[in-house]
């Protein structure tokens, strides 16, 4: 194969059963000239499964530039190279974008394989609404930083979507019930495709308490799924966010003076952006 034809491939791999591997997949994994991998050892389960014999390579978010080049000359030289991850579908809160854009910004095909990936499946199965909605993906790790980043999306309406890590699962569903309500209604997916497999949905609140009293649900890869405010009308507004909204309209586009008066207020963005377009 030329270097014309190199191919960097991005494979979605299981997130749990095995079985969920697509044959497209595993014949692309035999087939490559070299895998890049997020942990080669992990790996190794994988390709012992599905005897393939690849020469893996490491590639994660501590990866260098020099990491990357050492990949786009192998892929420059002619050599067909796929990325994985631990599991699920690369560069969804993995490794892998500063590839993916070089790679294309120097004209290498870059070719997904499609397969698993856990906050779809987690969307498919969770009874909220699922036809606009929003991947956040992990939220700050400290508490006041993720405070300040769940009183961002207080007004979002789209059902809201969370990668979180299981020892601060309970303490970040206690801050949603406070930031977005005790009734707001959220589900909790747990461990998808594999033994333990548990999506519950409740309020908030007593999704809180459930977590916090079953230790087991404080544990695996989790998926938490919020639904999204409702809307806001346009006449509950307060004087104060329109004050604000008309100041920022004499100097600004409406969408940009309600992004802004958004953020000073905290009012829903669309709300004010509608109530702006209501008075031309």
């Not at 990357?68 to 420059?76: F, H, N």
């Not at 639904?227 to 509950?236: I, L, V």
Request: proline share 6%; glycine share 6%; aromatic share 6%.
């Amino acid at each position: 194969m030329g270097p014309d034809k190199a191919l960097l491939y991005i494979v979605a791999t299981p997130i749990g059963n095995l079985a969920d591997m697509v044959p497209r997949a595993v014949e692309v994994l035999q087939s490559a000239d070299l895998v890049a991998a997020e942990d080669t050892r992990h790996s190794q389960r994988l390709f012992s499964h599905f005897n393939i014999e690849t020469p893996l390579a490491a590639y994660h978010d501590h990866s260098d530039d020099q990491r990357t080049e050492w990949l786009l000359g192998q892929l420059e030289g002619g050599k067909t190279v796929a990325l994985i991850s631990d599991a699920g579908t690369p560069l969804i809160s993995d490794p892998g974008y500063r590839l993916v854009r070089v790679a294309r910004e120097r004209g290498i095909q870059v070719v997904p394989i499609p397969g698993a990936c856990a906050f779809v499946a987690a969307l498919s199965a969770a009874g909220l609404p699922s036809d606009r909605f929003t991947f956040e993906g992990f939220l700050p790790a400290k508490s006041q930083a993720r405070e300040k980043a769940l009183q961002k999306l207080a007004g979002e309406e789209r059902t809201m979507v969370f990668y979180e890590a299981p020892h601060r699962v309970a303490d970040t569903i206690s801050a949603m019930a406070e930031i977005f309500g005790a009734e707001r209604e959220a589900v909790i997916a747990r461990e998808i495709s594999k033994a333990f497999e548990t999506i519950h949905l409740a309020p908030l609140a007593e999704l809180s308490t459930w977590v916090r009293e079953d230790p087991n649900q404080q544990r695996g890869e989790i998926v938490l799924l919020v639904r999204g405010a409702e809307p806001q009308k346009t006449s509950e507004l307060d004087p104060e966010s329109l004050r604000v909204m008309q100041l920022l309209m004499g100097e600004l586009p409406p969408k940009r003076a309600a992004a802004i008066a958004a953020e000073i207020t905290g009012v829903n963005k669309k709300a004010l952006y509608n109530w702006s377009l209501e008075q031309k």
